[in-house]
């Protein structure tokens, strides 16, 4: 029961923020400076073809009335059609988004277990040349700009070593790669954020009182240690996932991966407004709703958070 | 200060220093096209020590010359946000209330929204250049230092040297810029050293969009860009830039991290 209150209070702040976004990415693209009349049919076309395009797009009227349009648009559960394919956004982003949601799991399957046991491994070997070593790889992982990373991987395992394709969507063999790259900043994140948590948890009462009981050695790190750590893991991961949306970005359009990130790009660079305006409301959405799940689980990892049962 | 933290500063000085006086000593020009040397490999010797890219261009005076934007945006991109950071961490911590709550809901949308797409969003609709990066580093950054130095704030009001200050008849704006303010700084200071590689990174991003200085301005990012079409027979073009932006980038996280263990804890603000 209060768990069916907490999600309908989520739900209805979540619609108002969503309109929110709406507003601002509307306002914002009306600002920008390029045409998208021009950008369809070029520089030298006559002054009438573009004044009908204008109109056709409905680019001639005031601002207001083309927001509240859009907005009457999206209650029909549409999105509009792509200015420069004319296809139906909805649709396309229908297509596109498994692709990104399949590369972004694949990537946190990768970083999420890599990164929490190296940071875990670096806690528990506190102050040795492990720690320094484990340390070092995790700067260098968020130094290293996934775009970079990207083409060092596509060079070695696609164009020497002939492995894998070096680009494309599709299967597993197209998958690994940008996965693997997206996967690297976050995993290096990830371990810092574990390393720091662990040493924190280490040093509790409670785990002195477990070894103090004569627990082994392995029960107290596998039990009392990494389990506590998992809580703010969790956390990390969620707030991280905004992170995979920047780096999908990326990545994609690296690798021609079709997806959502690649979608929004193209649609940034040809001021193809519905575009835009669609993959940042799915966006923003998918961020919120991985948030409220990070809210759930917390709940369900730690007892002592009450989300819904708050008064 | 910890050694790796002294060297990584070291480095960083140095790699500044060589992308400010390139010109005075090094004889390549970063933009001159030389179609009788095009995709050398690196070598000493043909002069052009790190090889030249697919117009003949010296690649090592290409670095340097991107050095420049690349640092010298991150810096400026990094100041701006301090300074809006900490105006608006000062004002909503001292003065708390509707003001604290408002600015606070700001700063958490900002540090919500994926950073990458919002700053893509600014350099759209700005047209593409420096300044343009800049901004948009800016427009994202400020608000992890208003959170900072908000908390910070929130200690400092209620220590005893205000509480004196108030006593013998200071003003709020007194109070706030010749007490609070100056324990603020440091903070502010160290979190901009945390977070000047991710600034270097985000730069790199966007010039690699195409959203950065424009040709025939060299930027990492922009390098990288071009050199992916020769990246099989050519791949100095792409790789050597991607390296200078790991090394500046691993420098800027070294120092920082060096900088926050040493003086203040950015969790708590306490040192």
């Known amino acids: ?311 | 200060m910890a050694l790796k933290g002294k060297v990584s500063g070291i480095v960083l000085i140095l790699i500044m220093a060589l992308s400010v006086l390139a010109p005075l000593f090094y004889p390549h020009s970063p933009s001159r096209v030389d179609l009788n040397s095009l995709k050398e490999a690196p070598s000493f010797l043909t002069g052009h020590i790190l090889g030249t890219d697919q117009e003949g261009r010296d690649i090592l005076a290409r670095l340097l010359a991107g050095g420049k934007v690349s640092i010298g945006v991150s810096f400026l991109a990094a100041f701006f946000a301090m300074t809006v950071g900490l105006s608006v961490g000062l004002v909503s911590g001292y003065f708390g209330g509707k003001v604290d709550v408002a600015l606070m809901a700001a700063v958490d949308l900002i540090l919500a929204f994926p950073s990458l797409l919002l700053a893509i969003g600014v350099s759209v609709v700005l047209p593409p250049g420096t300044l343009t990066v800049m901004l948009a580093i800016a427009s994202v950054g400020w608000a992890s230092f208003a959170r900072l130095v908000r908390g910070h704030v929130l200690s400092v009001r209620e220590a005893q040297f205000v509480d004196a200050a108030r006593a013998i008849g200071a003003s709020g704006p007194r109070i706030l810029w010749a007490h609070i303010l100056p324990q603020c700084i440091p903070l502010a200071l160290t979190l901009m050293a945390v977070k000047l590689g991710g600034y270097i990174i985000t730069e790199a991003s966007l010039s690699f969009l195409g959203l950065g200085a424009q040709p025939p301005n060299a930027t990492w990012g922009a390098m990288i860009s071009q050199g992916i079409a020769y990246i099989y027979a050519a791949p100095w073009i792409a790789v050597l830039p991607g390296l200078a932006i790991a090394l500046t980038a691993f420098c800027f996280n070294v120092l920082g991290e060096a900088l926050a263990d040493s003086g203040y804890d950015l969790k708590t603000g306490k040192f």
């Open chain 1, 1 to 311: 029961m209060r768990f069916a209150v907490y999600l309908i209070k989520k739900l209805i702040i979540t619609i108002f923020l969503l309109l929110g976004i709406t507003f601002i990415t509307f306002s914002l693209t009306r600002a920008l400076p390029g045409d998208p009349a021009l950008a369809l049919v070029g520089q030298r076309a006559s002054p009438d073809v573009i004044a009908a395009i204008r109109k056709q797009i409905g680019a001639d009227r005031p601002f207001i009335v083309q927001y509240l349009d859009y907005v009457k648009l999206l209650s029909r559960g549409q999105m509009g059609r792509s200015y420069s394919t004319r296809k139906e956004v909805l649709d396309e982003i229908k297509t596109k988004f498994p692709n990104t949601l399949k590369l972004a799991l694949a990537a946190m399957l990768l970083s999420v277990p890599f990164g929490a046991g190296l940071g875990f491994w670096a806690a528990i070997k506190r102050g040795t040349r492990t720690d320094t070593l484990l340390s070092s790889i995790s700067i260098v992982g968020i130094s290293v700009p996934v775009f970079f990373s990207g083409i060092l991987l596509m060079l070695l395992v696609s164009l020497r070593l002939k492995l894998l394709p070096p680009s494309g969507t599709g299967g597993l063999r197209f998958l690994l790669l940008p996965a693997v790259t997206l996967a690297l900043p976050s995993a290096a994140t990830l371990a810092r954020v574990a390393r720091t948590m662990v040493l924190d948890i280490m040093d509790m009462p409670f785990v002195k009182t477990a070894r103090a009981k004569g627990i082994g050695e392995w029960r107290v790190n596998a039990v009392h240690i990494l389990r506590n750590a998992l809580i703010p893991i969790v956390t990390v991961m969620g707030l991280d996932f905004g992170s995979y949306l920047n780096g999908a970005v990326l990545t994609e359009t690296i690798f021609g991966w079709d997806g959502i990130g690649r979608y929004a790009v193209d649609g940034i660079m040809r001021r193809d407004y519905p575009v835009v305006l669609g993959t940042i409301l799915v966006g923003t959405a998918v961020f919120i709703i991985v948030n409220m799940v990070v809210d759930i689980a917390y709940h369900a990892l730690d007892p002592r958070v009450r989300v819904f049962n708050k008064k």
